[in-house]
């Protein structure tokens, strides 16, 4: 056998070996999603419900390995907090959970590999397929952790460490109602190497609304309704916020509060354990 054929093997294999304990956990959090989505709701169910998330706790503390967020918890657990489908808050980012009291503060970390198959289970809702772009998309945000909607108002020109591939920040609006309001969460996304470290933080700065975008928004709203289409009134709304949150991002770098808002993005960088 030639060398360059022996090589293929070995390399072939080590992304094999590296790939499985992804798709074991995978292949077992299928397999509980597949169970408790037919299960009754009982405290039976609920028991083995708990259980069963704690197994993935375990096995993703054996996959991710050590994961230490400043100012949270040592032990996270899945951020996977259901396995019934259909539930709200069903299909978060798989990974390690971190949260503060009140969940002021939420950490996720995750693995590339698990990353990836998590992009490509939310194709479907929108969800851009390449990491960089997600990241970049209010889609990743609403979707990876609590169960709120989360509207991205700008993003934060943070300095990427050394030591990571990709480091992302975002100014935004998380709730269940009116997302239009001074943004006021900042999440921060690194990359090193396999490791995908996420950090939201809620109530992290005061920023203010900007005059000219709050005409956007007006005049989009002054838009005459189409009274054939019973659903026109939510288009119309959604057309608004999108002119709104892109005159946001503009605008925004030029306001006195931004200085302070990617301070804060960069400190809460800082907390990552990036080497």
């Known amino acids: 056998m030639k060398w360059p054929a022996v090589l293929c093997l070995l390399v072939f294999a080590t992304n094999a070996d590296a790939a499985a304990p992804e798709q074991r956990y995978l292949d077992l959090r299928d397999g509980f999603i597949a169970k408790f989505s037919k299960a009754p709701e009982n405290?039976?169910?609920?028991?083995?419900?708990?259980?069963?998330?704690?197994?993935?706790?375990?096995?993703?503390?054996?996959?991710?390995?050590?994961?230490?967020?400043?100012?949270?918890?040592?032990?996270?657990?899945?951020?996977?907090?259901?396995?019934?489908?259909g539930d709200i808050g069903f299909g978060h980012l798989d990974g390690l959970g971190f949260a503060s009291e009140g969940d002021k503060m939420q950490a996720?970390?995750?693995?590339?590999?698990?990353?990836?198959?998590?992009?490509?289970?939310?194709?479907?809702?929108?969800?851009?397929?390449e990491i960089g772009a997600a990241l970049r998309s209010d889609r990743f945000y609403y979707?990876?952790?609590?169960?709120?909607?989360?509207?991205?108002?700008?993003?934060?020109?943070?300095?990427?460490?050394?030591?990571?591939?990709?480091a992302v920040a975002v100014l935004g609006v998380r709730g269940n109602?009116?997302?239009?309001?001074?943004?006021?969460?900042?999440?921060?996304?690194?990359?090193?190497?396999?490791?995908?470290?996420?950090?939201?933080?809620?109530?992290?700065?005061?920023?203010?609304?900007?005059?000219?975008?709050?005409?956007?928004?007006?005049?989009?709203?002054?838009?005459?309704?189409?009274?054939?289409?019973?659903?026109?009134?939510m288009a119309r709304e959604?057309?608004?916020?999108d002119a709104y949150t892109k005159c946001f991002a503009r605008e925004a770098p030029g306001q006195s509060w931004f200085a302070a808002a990617v301070g804060k993005a960069q400190s809460q960088l800082d907390l990552l354990p990036l080497r």
């Not at 609590?146 to 990571?164: T, V």
């Not at 959604?238 to 916020?241: I, K, L």
Request: a negative charge; aromatic letters at 6%.
């Open 43 to 85: 405290d039976e169910t609920m028991k083995q419900h708990d259980a069963a998330l704690n197994e993935l706790t375990g096995v993703l503390r054996g996959l991710i390995g050590p994961a230490t967020i400043k100012g949270l918890a040592v032990d996270g657990k899945s951020n996977v907090d259901t396995l019934f489908k």
């Open 238 to 241: 959604d057309q608004a916020m």
């Open 177 to 233: 109602g009116d997302l239009k309001g001074p943004p006021h969460e900042i999440d921060v996304v690194a990359i090193q190497g396999e490791k995908v470290f996420f950090l939201a933080v809620t109530d992290a700065v005061k920023t203010a609304e900007i005059p000219g975008c709050e005409k956007v928004w007006k005049q989009m709203m002054a838009r005459p309704l189409n009274k054939k289409d019973p659903r026109d009134d």
């Open 108 to 129: 996720v970390v995750s693995t590339t590999g698990l990353l990836k198959h998590w992009l490509a289970e939310h194709r479907h809702d929108g969800m851009p397929q």
């Open 143 to 166: 979707y990876a952790i609590q169960d709120a909607a989360f509207a991205k108002y700008a993003e934060l020109p943070i300095a990427k460490p050394a030591s990571a591939s990709v």
